[in-house]
């Protein structure tokens, strides 16, 4: 079946540095959605891409879709301990209205 | 705009005994609604969708008789967890798309954690 599948599964960072997380699907996507969730809270929408390279930025986070419209990567610039939750990306199941989601990206920050 | 909401946040029940989980478009109507469980530490697994005036589909390895779920409104839909057992316990989430924006993303209720003594 559709699979999507992200890296790293954890990152710690110093604040300040960067952090990047992938994420690869195994068909191609109409579009990937990306998500965040705080520790013991819930997934929260943050952006959508739908455009083969389509870059996106909010703030500190930079989004971006591949060329063949089957991998997605989020960077976040200068981490600040407000950025701490696991990150999802999620692909739509072609032909509905599902979601298939990555596994996640936990990312801690060390003050 | 977009809200979801989730009813109880948490619940303590005993082995064997049913629990109910609502789950509420605030803002808007959703035709369909999205249930998920995640264990600890864990990605969302996608349970079933709930359709408003018919059945659930679920997903494979999903039992449809342990896990019953009712789309009664355009608003509302309930999630009960039957005869529930300690494996059972685990965080229980809902989403919903709202048709309104004409894009695919879901928006998630705030869930609820199930744990069964």
């Known amino acids: 079946g559709q699979q999507v599948m992200q890296i790293p599964q954890y990152q710690h960072v110093q604040e300040g540095e960067d952090f990047t997380t992938y994420c690869n699907s195994s068909t191609t996507l109409s579009n990937i959605q990306w998500y965040k969730q705080r520790p013991g809270g819930h997934p929260v929408f943050l952006i959508q891409l739908v455009k083969s390279g389509e870059v996106k930025k909010q703030k500190r986070l930079t989004f971006q879709f591949g060329e063949a419209k089957k991998n997605s990567s989020l960077h976040i610039t200068a981490t600040q301990t407000t950025d701490v939750g696991t990150y999802f990306c999620a692909g739509p199941v072609r032909g509905s209205e599902k979601l298939v989601f990555g596994k996640g990206t936990k990312l801690t920050v060390n003050p | 705009g977009a809200v979801v909401s989730q009813h109880p946040s948490w619940v303590i029940c005993k082995s064997g005994t049913s629990v109910k989980i609502e789950c509420r478009s605030l803002?808007?109507?959703?035709?369909?609604m999205f249930w998920y469980r995640q264990f600890p530490k864990q990605s969302l697994m996608l349970m079933a969708t709930?359709?408003?005036?018919?059945?659930?589909?679920?997903e494979q390895g999903v039992e449809k008789d342990k896990f019953l779920i009712n789309h009664a409104s355009l608003t509302l839909s309930t999630l009960t967890v039957t005869s529930a057992h300690p494996e059972d316990s685990s965080f229980y989430i809902c989403s919903a798309r709202d048709p309104r924006r004409g894009t695919y993303e879901q928006y998630f209720g705030p869930g609820t954690r199930l744990t069964v003594t």
């Open positions: 803002d808007f109507q959703a035709t369909t």
């Open positions: 709930s359709n408003e005036g018919s059945k659930a589909t679920y």
